[in-house]
């Protein structure tokens, strides 16, 4: 389906071999006005194919009748009638079908909704309850009974489709809560705005998880790593939206230049901030996360703490606002 939508498409070689043929009489000239017509249609259409060619080869795929050996791939209402204080798991790829082993193990009803036509014909074989179906359109979560659901959860990167699902369910269910997986923190504020009761940052996740994990080894108490765990994410994960990007930028899934970031100012004799506490140096719109002084690193230094030669003072904060709090310090 994807080779065929893209070879769908004319081009200007196809003008030639028209006016080739009208020329010498191969072909008559009112169907060669209906050819030209639908050369220059499928140039128009050309962007759009290309943009949406995998949605739109999954969508032709999956419309074809399944063959009689095979599980159904749609959903359908007598189906769904079936469907009560169940999980709703938008995409079924790897983290989505994490999710829905673990609710297997603990016997939570859950329906699953993918547009990979092969991967849900072989998740509907092997007899999990997974379906054809955009998550992003009302109508579908209306099919898995989105009105009598007790979590949404939303396992895909796609944020338009995300903020899609959460006008849907937030129309129809304001109360229920809605699980959201986001490859960083850049978008955590927007999916919240649009109703997102949890924001799952990935990659903020998989630190948290080898932080965990290297405490642990350290021989550090479990109920203190995960206090410590669950005051990261109630605190939205301040510790680890903190670091130093460098120059090619550290964290890959965000370009160099956006967003918040941590970095160093080095007080020199002459600079403005010498004698002064970080009170009095105007520091607004910044956090001082820490102060070295001769080799010695204070965390979340006071406000009246009186700044001296040589001191580094670490800030954090956006690029404008770091700029600004530079400038006041030196």
């Given at each position: ?180 997986r986001t490859r960083d923190e850049s978008h955590v504020d ?59 930028g550290l964290d890959e899934s965000q370009p160099a230049g ?73």
């Amino acid at each position: 389906w994807r080779t065929g939508l893209l070879l769908a498409v004319g081009g200007e070689f196809g003008f030639v071999l028209l006016a080739i043929a009208l020329g010498d009489g191969s072909i008559d000239p009112a169907v060669g006005q209906v050819v030209l017509t639908s050369v220059l249609f499928s140039m128009i259409a050309a962007p759009f194919l290309i943009r949406y060619n995998h949605a739109l080869a999954s969508r032709l795929a999956g419309a074809a009748p399944p063959k009689p050996d095979e599980a159904p791939l749609h959903i359908d209402a007598r189906t769904a009638d079936g469907f009560r204080e169940h999980v709703i798991i938008c995409g079924f790829g790897r983290i989505g079908q994490g999710v829905a082993h673990f609710l297997d193990e603990e016997r939570i009803p859950f329906v699953a909704l993918d547009l990979d036509p092969a991967r849900v014909r072989e998740a509907h074989l092997a007899g999990e309850p997974v379906y054809y179906g955009d998550s992003a359109e009302g109508d579908i979560l209306d099919a898995v009974g989105v009105e009598r659901a007790r979590l949404v959860v939303v396992s895909h990167e796609d944020l338009a489709a995300a903020l899609k699902v959460l006008h849907h369910v937030r129309r129809r269910r304001p109360e229920l809560p809605v699980m959201v997986r986001t490859r960083d923190e850049s978008h955590v504020d927007e999916l919240r705005a649009a109703g997102a009761t949890e924001v799952v940052p990935e990659t903020l996740e998989a630190g948290m998880m080898i932080a965990s994990h290297a405490l642990l080894l350290l021989a550090v108490p479990l109920s203190r790593v995960v206090r410590r765990m669950r005051d990261q994410r109630s605190g939205r994960y301040r510790l680890m939206r903190e670091f130093f990007r460098g120059e090619n930028g550290l964290d890959e899934s965000q370009p160099a230049g956006d967003g918040d970031r941590l970095h160093p100012v080095l007080l020199s004799a002459e600079s403005a901030a010498v004698g002064r506490t970080l009170g009095e140096c105007g520091l607004d719109g910044v956090v001082v996360t820490a102060l070295v002084r001769q080799g010695q690193r204070r965390l979340s230094p006071a406000p009246d703490t009186r700044l001296e030669a040589g001191d580094a003072v670490v800030l954090f904060g956006s690029e404008e606002d770091l700029r600004r709090a530079e400038r006041a310090l030196l």
